[in-house]
């Protein structure tokens, strides 16, 4: 590159993140309209060329820009042969819950050659956030970024950054992945690993014909740039880091935190974090690494790393990549490291007066097999089949729009008991003294839990050690939470350290492994929620529950009528 070329490209890319802001940084809330298309491709990746559901013919999807109290609309139509909804993760949809998006939780799916429009705001919120499929694992491909940027008026409470760029974590299999969901259901057995990790949807030189498939982003020296991380993976954590350069997370989940600086973040699938990089060290190319971080024992996965590059304008092509290093595959210290600086950029108004206490435990579970193929069927351990659970209590999906069902009030589609304290009382993590590994079974339901209007709730979810302890990423839709504590071990409230200042204020939580985790919120968001395990062989086997609020007194705090246009099943 020729020194006259890097002061064009410099004004360049400042003229386009100029434009991008003033695109969205218009005086007043909006309407923005969208539509998605969703479609297969083919794509070559790996050698190999197969057939994947998009949006837009785009894989990644497209990115979905607006601003703080926007409405956002988004006609979807499936041209696939598969059912699909699509879930706005981490928008609280505030009296909007029929456009949540999980399948036969608030909506029927959209069937083949149907379509469904999408229209909710974005009710005092802004940061980074993810949409994604959310029937069957069709998430693998069907992803995208979904920024909301701050009101014209409103700066940010960090120095402006030079300019942004989304990066998305994913996971990518060879295999057609509705085909694959169905086959580890039917074999009883743990899922293969991903054929390989992409960085905004490439691989890099580290797989088999990625040579050339690699992301870059071009860097201006001394400038400070926004990364918007995004973990759209389905079935692993993962580690990010660049090399050379330290990491200062400000956002987590689409709320500001305190600046805190570290060399590597960890993101579990589902979890967004806004970092900042200042470009300050020789002019050169540096690689960006994505990498696993497998809490499991005795589990197989993906372990090679997806390359991407941080190349700073001006660095010439024989220049060699200075390499990333990332952390090894189980650092747990590493993980609690980033956690333990988490907090919220201010003071914060924690729930003191609790009306609900739940302990909730997650872990999985060994259910027994009597099929008659089973060497087929039966591929779990001890030639039982793998299922997952909250309190033991593994969740059937049902076969209906289990909101539509309540708010019609129709009976027999599920029921009102799930457990708020677990149904056996045992050394958790460890096992009990009556040998709990011999008790693996879960009750099958398909149960929720009710609260009033603007209930002030507590949960401990507890890992368990009933047949593996590892970090589980829970979601709940509808609601951020505080994560007031966390530790190892079993929960003990006699000695549990809870932060009532300024914890973070999340909305996916990394339970940590072989331990727990304290969250609080106030359920004032009317509707029907899911809560569930972000891996999605996790959500499969059972690892979900329920949460119903209901209409509170006044208009503003009740769910409106469906829409005309909700699909059927």
Known sequence: MTNSAVPSLFRLSFLLFTLQVMNIGRIGAATRFYQFKVQTIRLTRLCQTNEIVTVNKKFPGPAISAQEDDRIVIKVINMTPYNTTIHWHGIKQKRSCWYDGPSYITQCPIQSGQSFTYNFKVAQQKGTFLWHAHFSWLRATVYGPLIVYPKASVPYPFKKPFNEHTILLGEYWLKNVVELEQHVLESGGPPPPADAFTINGQPGPNYNCSSKDVYEIQIVPRKIYLLRLINAGINMETFFTIANHRLTIVEVDGEYTKPYTTERVMLVPGQTMNILVTADQTVGRYSMAMGPYESAKNVKFQNTSAIANFQYIGALPNNVTVPAKL????????????????????????????????????????????????????????????????????FIEPKVSILEAYYKQLEGYFTLDFPTTPEKAYDFVNGAPNDIANDTQAANGTRAIVFEYGSRIQIIFQNTGTLTTENHPIHLHGHSFYVIGYGTGNYDQQTAKFNLEDPPYLNTIGVPVGGWAAIRFVANNPGLWLLHCHFDIHQTWGMSTMFIVKNGKKVQESLPHPPADLPKC
């Open 327 to 394: 952390p090894i595959f189980n650092d747990n210290i590493a993980v609690k490291t980033v956690m333990d600086g988490l907090r919220s950029l201010n003071a914060v108004d924690v729930p003191r007066n609790i009306d609900a206490h739940l302990f909730i435990t997650i872990g999985l579970n060994v259910n027994k097999c009597n099929s008659e193929n089973p060497n087929n069927k039966c591929q779990g351990p001890r030639k039982g089949r793998l299922a997952a659970s909250m309190n033991n209590i593994s």
